[in-house]
């Protein structure tokens, strides 16, 4: 059974940072491109930011650009999302998500998805 488990969430304050891990219960981890998405209370889904299988090509949304981090390990069947500058809008539940193939902002395109972890930033 395929698991995407999130850690790393938690309450922060403004221009603070978080790293979030998701680790992943996936045969051949690196046939599978990953993403991060998220979804604040009374909005829809959004990406985040995706990895391709060996890391060659990463994706942001341009709302987190600069400020956070994609990154995977694939010895470790882990992605993490480090956020720094971190600002009351970010504030929402964060879902990683495996797509085998290419990397895609689509949500529609993932496979497998994780229970999300909570992060909010106060102001």
């Known amino acids: 059974q395929v698991q995407l488990v999130e850690s790393g969430g938690g309450l922060v304050q403004t221009g603070g940072s978080l790293r979030l891990s998701c680790a992943a219960s996936?045969?051949?981890?690196?046939?599978?491109?990953m993403g991060w998405f998220r979804q604040a209370p009374g909005k829809e889904r959004e990406f985040v930011a995706a990895i391709s299988l060996n890391g060659g090509t990463i994706h942001y949304a341009d709302s987190v650009k600069g400020r956070f981090t994609i990154s995977r390990d694939n010895t470790k069947n882990t992605v993490y999302l480090q956020m720094n500058s971190l600002k009351p809008e970010d504030t929402a539940v964060y879902y990683c998500?495996?797509?085998?193939?290419?990397?895609?902002?689509?949500?529609?395109?993932?496979?497998?998805w994780g229970q999300g972890t909570q992060v909010t930033v106060s102001s």
């Open positions: 996936l045969r051949a981890f690196s046939r599978y491109a």
């Open positions: 998500a495996a797509n085998v193939g290419i990397v895609t902002q689509i949500d529609d395109e993932y496979d497998y």
